[in-house]
């Protein structure tokens, strides 16, 4: 059929492109001439390096934090993340090129939305989903055509189809058509002077196929490699295998560790040995516990989906099971090594040498430390700690401030929990009484005040 000018209807309808074809089209040429407006929705250790990423690849970009502290802080060029150094992020903030704010009216005027939330468990280990139900409240309400929406922070597979995107959906708009929706899981490892955000290698999956190649073409303005996939649930299924993975072989570890002690066995030197075969073994090691805000979580939130499939992830369970033994076996070993040298635990004085939950960080989330100063405290036990990066310290009733790494040399036992870079252990093993390393931080020395886990 012809029109008046003699043009075919179909000739016209591939001219004038539809209303989808323009939203992808605009938002597109935003994300290649990086005139898109970035935002990033929590700045913490995943949000703020990754919003420095964007503002150094010719971004503009705001970041959005529901504490008013860290706004001050970054608007002052002054990071709270060890990994963003302060020289790194005051030029950007001077160039106009980061700010951020906790007025969510700012979602408005953004054409990208990088969601970097909490999703911590709830005391009965189920999912805590509130930050992100939040901040998607938040995105909802300012939702507009053109926009890109990723979640990034860790979550069960299913979220982003079946908890995000029915919440962004009520605004009337198509998803993969007037807005697009991804996943991409984060897998910053702070502290890692090798691997950060720009070079780690970024998995990307949306709802639709038009969804993912946004975010694929997104990602791909800062950072060096993207991954796209088919679907946000492999998206979201990456994360937890990763972590499940590293969980589930920590507990093996441990409990190799357990199996060891019993027989009288080094180990660490099994470990080390094992780790000589140039195929099929990858080592991982013992030590007081899991901490962090990633590998002791995320795993439970596989097994809190999985069961809702009928399925119980039971090397998850069995795994937890072991690492969280491991306080308890430290505190046990520093028990019967005070024993040993003549001593109750009872009014002894230990000394705990890193309390971060890895080495050179300052993150206390869920580190193994915790529950073993609070189980030698109950045991009635003078704790006190060293930790260059921790200055402070609340528990449970009971509030410590960092001692200089000295203090060691006056206590009846020292426990080295987190094997920091900067604590000098040629003098803590010449000083110290009695050393507990479960983290074989004293590899190579030899002495009899030594006892390793
Ligand atoms: N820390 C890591 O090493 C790491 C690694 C990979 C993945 N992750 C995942 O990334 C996510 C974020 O972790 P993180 O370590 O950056 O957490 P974080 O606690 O350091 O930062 C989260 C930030 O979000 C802010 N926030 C909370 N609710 C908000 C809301 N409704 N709106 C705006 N801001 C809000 C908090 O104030 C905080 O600044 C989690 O899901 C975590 O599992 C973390």
Redesign the pocket.
Known sequence: MANRTGESKMTITAEIPTTADTTVKILAEKIRSRRARVGV???????LPLAVEFAHAGFSVTG????ER?VQRINAGDSYVGDVPSATLAPLVEAGALSATSDFAALAGLDTVNI????PLRKTKDPDMS?IV??CE?IAGHLHAGMLVIL????YPGTTDEVVLPMLSKSGLSVGVDFFLCFS??????GNPNFQTANIPKVVGGCTPACTEMGRLFYAQALERVIPVSSTQVAEMV?LLENTFRMINIGLANEMALMCDRMRIDVWEVIDAAATKPFGFMPFYPGPGLG???IP??PFYLSWKTKQAGIEARFIELAGYINGQMPQFVADKVQSALNDAGRPVKGSRIHVMGVAYKRDID?VRESPALDLILLLDRRGAVVTYSDPHVPELKLDGLDLSASPEETAAEADCVVIVTDHGAFNYPALVDRARLIVDTRNALKGFRSEKIVRL
């Open positions: 929705v929590g700045l913490g250790y995943v949000g959005i934090d529901v504490s860290k970097c939330v909490p999703t930050f939040a901040a938040q990034e922070s860790t979550t899981p984060e897998r910053v490892d702070p994360k962090g805000h990633c979580i995320d993150d």
